[in-house]
């Protein structure tokens, strides 16, 4: 009888090894689908993928070329013409440092300024040079007659970046202006 007992006890011990081996593998392909499912999603929300994510503001991502492609069908957005148009970078051209006087009545303050403009379009437009006097002029109108209260907040210096998007696409006569980017922003 021993035979008998030693082939149930190596039938049981094969069992148990093979049954090791499986939970064994269960770990280790649960972590592989949980990666490839994470990393698939990452992807996915980062736009990486043709079915791209929406945005937390309700607009598709980069990698969605449909949205793109309606987008560009409907034009820009409202809103003053500094909505975005794409998702991509415009061309962008750098302006000379501005330094004016802020309209504080009881104390002299300075603000030195350089911004950077980016265009709509992969180029800037054609009046953009020949009009440059007009742009400077209606920037440093526009920042002198605000005073230090007026800008030292972010929704202040939003404001400000809003109003000169505003007034420079009035001197060229169309929505042309994306964004406009502080590079130097000194008050004293």
Do not use: C
Not at 95 to 121: C, T, W
Not at 131 to 146: A, Y
């Amino acid at each position: 009888m021993s035979t008998a007992a030693e082939s149930v006890g190596t039938v049981a011990a094969a069992a148990g090894a093979e049954g090791a081996k499986k939970k064994g593998k269960l770990p280790v392909i649960l972590a592989l689908l949980v990666v490839l499912l994470g990393g698939g999603g990452a992807a996915w929300w980062m736009g990486m993928l043709p079915f791209a994510a929406k945005t937390a503001d309700g607009e598709h991502a980069e990698g969605d070329e449909h949205a793109e492609a309606a987008d560009a069908g409907h034009g820009a957005k409202s809103g003053g013409g500094h909505g975005k148009a794409s998702a991509g970078v415009g061309s962008m051209r750098p302006l000379d440092p501005f330094l004016a006087n802020l309209a504080d009545e009881n104390v002299q303050r300075y603000l030195k300024m350089s911004i950077q403009v980016e265009f709509v379009g992969a180029e800037p437009p054609v009046a953009f040079d020949a009009r440059l006097p007009q742009t400077r002029d209606v920037i440093l109108t526009l920042v002198t007659s605000k005073s230090f209260a007026d800008i030292r907040t972010p929704e202040g210096k939003e404001r400000l970046r809003e109003d000169i998007i505003d007034r420079i696409n009035h001197v060229l006569a169309q929505d042309a202006v994306k964004s406009v980017y502080f590079t130097e922003f000194i008050v004293q």
